[in-house]
Antibody, heavy 121, light 108 residues
Framework: EVQLVESGGGLVQPGGSLRLSCAAS????????MNWVRQAPGKGLEWVSY????????YYADSVKGRFTISRDNAKNSLYLQMNSLRDEDTAVYYC??????????????WGQGTLVTVSS | SYVLTQPPSVSVAPGKTARITCGGN??????VHWYQQKPGQAPVLVIY???DRPSGIPERFSGSNSGNTATLTISRVEAGDEADYYC???????????FGGGTKLTVL
């Protein structure tokens, strides 16, 4: 059974940093690219970042580019999101999601339960 | 950047058919995927590649995509279908995932 379990969320002050983790199991993690998707309270889904299976290709949403860094450790079956210079508008539930499908037509077949990040003073 | 437009809400009586649209420039040339999200839960894939259903998703869920509009159709709507629904594409020009704003389906 595929499982994605996020952790690392919490309360942080504006300008602060936080590192999210996503532990994957039930599939060959090293064979799949991965993504982060977030959802602000009461709002819709927003795609955040993509990393290829070998970490050779990385993409970011414009709203987080230069502040967030996606990475992975295939030996530990883990995905990460380092979030720096956090802003109030980064407050959201952060999901890790597994993309699948052929290139440029990805969809997300498995999602974690999400971890809440609250940016507030 | 590519924009997907959904109606904020759709209401339907039980047993009737709900149609949720997703508009985008020449969206018919892209693959559209749909997710259902109930309160406090992670999204669940209900349609992929415009009209394919994952295993476990009822046949009542179907999709279509042509021109500038993709549509998620839910036949014989049940109370348990009440949820938020999101369309999604992968924008190859920017290498970004894109979600629609979401549609709240209310079963009357």
């Amino acid at each position: 059974e595929v499982q994605l379990v996020e952790s690392g969320g919490g309360l942080v002050q504006p300008g602060g940093s936080l590192r999210l983790s996503c532990a994957a199991s039930g599939f060959t993690f090293s064979s799949y690219s991965m993504n982060w998707v977030r959802q602000a309270p009461g709002k819709g889904l927003e795609w955040v970042s993509y990393i290829s299976s070998s970490s050779s290709t990385i993409y970011y949403a414009d709203s987080v580019k230069g502040r967030f860094t996606i990475s992975r450790d295939n030996a530990k079956n883990s995905l990460y999101l380092q979030m720096n210079s956090l802003r109030d508008e980064d407050t959201a539930v952060y999901y890790c999601a597994r993309p699948i499908g052929y290139s440029n037509h990805y969809y997300f077949d498995y999602w974690g339960q999400g971890t809440l990040v609250t940016v507030s003073s | 950047s590519y924009v997907l437009t959904q109606p904020p809400s759709v209401s339907v009586a039980p047993g009737k058919t709900a149609r949720i649209t997703c508009g985008g420039n020449n969206i018919g040339s892209k693959s559209v995927h749909w997710y259902q999200q109930k309160p406090g839960q992670a999204p669940v894939l209900v349609i992929y590649y415009d009209s394919d259903r994952p295993s476990g998703i009822p046949e009542r869920f179907s999709g279509s995509n042509s021109g500038n509009t993709a549509t998620l159709t839910i036949s014989r709507v049940e109370a348990g279908d009440e949820a938020d629904y999101y369309c999604q594409v992968w924008d190859s020009s920017s290498d970004h995932g894109v979600f629609g704003g979401g549609t709240k389906l209310t079963v009357l």
